[in-house]
């Protein structure tokens, strides 16, 4: 089983909007900081939003007004709401998770957005 499982990827024209999710298994306890991460082919895995247990946010500044991140801890799932994409937005989105004892990655969903 995995640990995380991310979903909501796909193919979009620019100006819409997708809805990633990342759910983490019970086997993950006290959660303390959720992100998201992307990488293009040929760049440098780069923080697109993170949120931590005190619901404190950062975004990157590419994603600004566009992007929302959000979790349901009853769920233990945590979101990535993306609206208004570009196709500069198009990579391989990672969800990260972060407890006392490990850190945990997402498989990977493919985001491709069309001019």
């Known amino acids: 089983q995995a640990q995380l499982v991310e979903s909501g990827g796909g193919l979009v024209q620019a100006g819409g909007s997708l809805r990633l999710s990342c759910s983490a298994s019970?086997?993950?306890?006290?959660?303390?900081?959720m992100g998201w991460y992307r990488q293009a082919p040929g760049k440098q895995r780069e923080l697109v939003a993170s949120?931590?247990?005190?619901?404190?946010?950062v975004y990157a500044d590419s994603v600004k007004g566009r992007f929302t991140i959000s979790r349901d801890n009853a769920k233990s799932t945590m979101y990535l709401q993306m609206n208004s994409l570009k196709p500069e937005d198009t990579a391989v989105y990672y969800c990260?998770?972060?407890?006392?004892?490990?850190?945990?990655w997402g498989q990977g969903t493919q985001v491709t957005v069309s001019s």
């Open positions: 019970g086997s993950i306890f006290s959660i303390n900081y």
């Open positions: 949120i931590t247990g005190a619901r404190i946010t």
């Open positions: 990260n998770v972060r407890n006392s004892l490990s850190n945990y």
